[in-house]
Structure formats: structure tokens, C-alpha cells
């Protein structure tokens, strides 16, 4: 085989391992993909990746690793928590809380139950950046955390 061909035939098996990476769907685009079309179906602006927000939730996320505990950091930003067992994607996880948007009333600005919160800091007009990490436990239990800047669910204020 000449040179070039088994070099291009090296390159296209060398893209063909990697697809399934790309396609786990957990990159940070995937993360702000998924935050943006929910704002999108609500008439809010987009939010970009903020490298700085990505840290402070990789060092939280590194920190439960050993348990998977959806504890909140209390940091200085905003913050949804998800886990799942499997290979729960940022996609699947900013989806789960979008999934919350049935227990949000605007017209009240109430949650309908205690589970809308998610959605709403997903959805808050004011916020502008997000950063995410995600880990998988020692449990294999898969713990993801975004947060956000500026936060949200502020009590009395409408997210959009």
C-alpha cells in the first residue's frame, strides 16, 4: 500500500475511534447547546462558556467523586445538580431539568410543586454564562454540576 493511502487509511480509522467520544456528547458545547435551545423556546438570550464557572464546577465535581452526594456548593454562583447511573450525558442532564419547566407557572411566577427551580436558573434571562463538569463516581453513578453567572431564582423576580 503506498504512503499516502495507508497514511489517509490510518487518519480515517484514527476519526472512526474517535466518533464514539465525539458522540458521548459531553463536550462543553454540548453543555451550552442544551441550556440555549431551552432559552431559545422561551424567547431568552443565549449563555456562553465561561472557563472560570467550568473550573469552580470541576473542582466542586472532583470533591464528590468518592460519594456522588448531591450536596450544592453554596458557592457564588448559581448551580444545578443532576446524577444518574449509566452515561447520563450533559444533554441528558440539562434536559432533566428542563423537564421541570411542567411544574413552572409564569403567569403566578410559583412552581406548581418544589421542582421547578432547575428550569428556571436554566432558563434566567439575566444569567449570561455557564460552565459544567462532570464526573463519574466510585459508585458509577455519574454526578454533573453547571454553574451559572450572573445566578438566578432570586424570590419575586420572573426568570424570563
Known sequence: MPLL???SFITLMGLITLAPITLAQNSHQDFVNAH?????????GPVSWN???????????????????????YGPYGENLA???????????????VSEKKYY????????????????????QDTKH?????VKCHN??????????PPGNYVGQLPY
Open 83 to 97: 446524577e444518574g447511573y449509566g452515561e447520563m450525558t450533559a444533554i441528558e442532564a440539562v434536559n432533566f431539568w
Open 105 to 124: 407557572d409564569h403567569r403566578s411566577n410559583r412552581c406548581v410543586r418544589d421542582e421547578c427551580r432547575h428550569y428556571t436558573q436554566v432558563v434566567w
Open 36 to 44: 440555549n435551545a431551552a432559552r431559545a423556546r422561551v424567547g431568552v
Open 130 to 134: 455557564v460552565g459544567c463538569a462532570r
Open 140 to 149: 458509577n453513578w455519574i454526578f454533573v454540576i453547571c454553574n451559572y453567572d
Open 51 to 73: 472557563y472560570t464557572l467550568a473550573a469552580y464546577a470541576q473542582t466542586y465535581a472532583n470533591k464528590k467523586i468518592g460519594t456522588c452526594e448531591m450536596k450544592h456548593s
Open 5 to 7: 493511502k495507508l497514511l
